[in-house]
């Protein structure tokens, strides 16, 4: 398993396999704490499941492995903005990074960098991949697409897509994801919109009424359901059979019992299709899509975070079923921590 690192005085990004894991703030006495940064690739095995393995001996012995340099320009890209927001595509062979005004393309088994996704307008920090699309925000309230032009993943520009009737305010694209079926986007916006762009189309549709607040997630859930969270702290399911007569339907919403936080991630789980998790706060909850009957949508909430966790992901392999990694924020007083762990079997069975 590879675990991708990048370290320096801005925002770092961790990634385990296709996990995409990331966290911001290293500690100032850190040897990276200077102006400079990197990218680095470990590699360490996961103990399986049901192992007695002493965590400590395990953390200790990643901490002994050589890493790999995969970007040495001080982790930046060329107008010296901090690497951030990893995601692997290509079950893992390729990594993405966002650099705020760039999107970088590497090779993640020669380490070498394949090239640079950049628009006219600085790329706002907001990204995502599908299986030949690209997607970015832009400073400008517009979504940047790339599409993929081979199987040597050379991804070429497609065009800007913006709104075909501008918001009265000025609108800043919040939240992407690209659709499974890979024909579209679905975006949140700051005016509270959901919207949807179809890639063959030349603008994006306004298609939902507002939201209950700024969507900050966005996930496929499989089908016309999609899963939105946002900044206000709102989760739902939503069915978006009917968002071309400006209308979703709320299926379901779920309680986090956290008040003030806002919703981060939120991830379909790869191993049961009505179970996802989200990042709250500190916290990472596990929740039913559909609830069963007689049983709670809340499943587990994982409170072993100190600070703010960026971001999370589920093990892909059936070998490490239910298995988390997850990443918080640190501070200056509590380092930014790396959390590989999964409930008892009493709660997900």
Known sequence: ??????LGNHHACTTVSDWSMSHSNPRDDSPWSGDMSIITKSQFTLPPRGS????????????????????????????????????MHDCGNILFGCALRSVLVFDANSLKRKGTL?????????????????????VNGEIGVWKSGSRNHMWRYNDMRRF??????????????????????????????LS?????????????????????????????KILVGTYE????????RFMSQGNTSEVCSYATGLYGAGIGAIRMCPHNENMFACSAGSDVLIYYKEKPASKQSLLFNHQAHRTLVMDFGWHPSRNNIYTIGSVDIGSKQVPGELQIWRPSDMVMY
Do not use: W
């Open 1 to 6: 398993m590879s675990l991708y690192s990048s």
């Open 52 to 87: 007695m393995t002493n965590s400590a001996s395990t953390l200790a012995a990643f901490n002994g492995l050589p890493a790999g340099v995969m970007h040495d320009k001080h982790g930046q890209d060329e107008f010296q903005v901090s690497v951030t927001a990893f995601k």
């Open 118 to 138: 950049v628009l006219l307008d600085n790329i706002d920090g907001v990204y995502d991949v599908g299986r030949d699309y690209v997607v970015a925000n832009s």
């Open 164 to 193: 075909k009737a501008p918001p009265e305010k000025r609108t800043l694209i919040t939240a992407l994801r690209v659709a499974k079926s890979d024909k579209g986007v679905y975006a949140g916006d700051s005016n509270k919109g």
């Open 196 to 224: 949807y762009c179809d890639f063959r189309e030349r603008y994006i549709g306004r298609l939902s009424s507002p939201q209950t607040g700024v969507i900050s997630s966005i996930e496929d859930a499989g089908g016309s």
């Open 233 to 240: 702290g709102d989760l739902k399911l939503l069915d978006t």
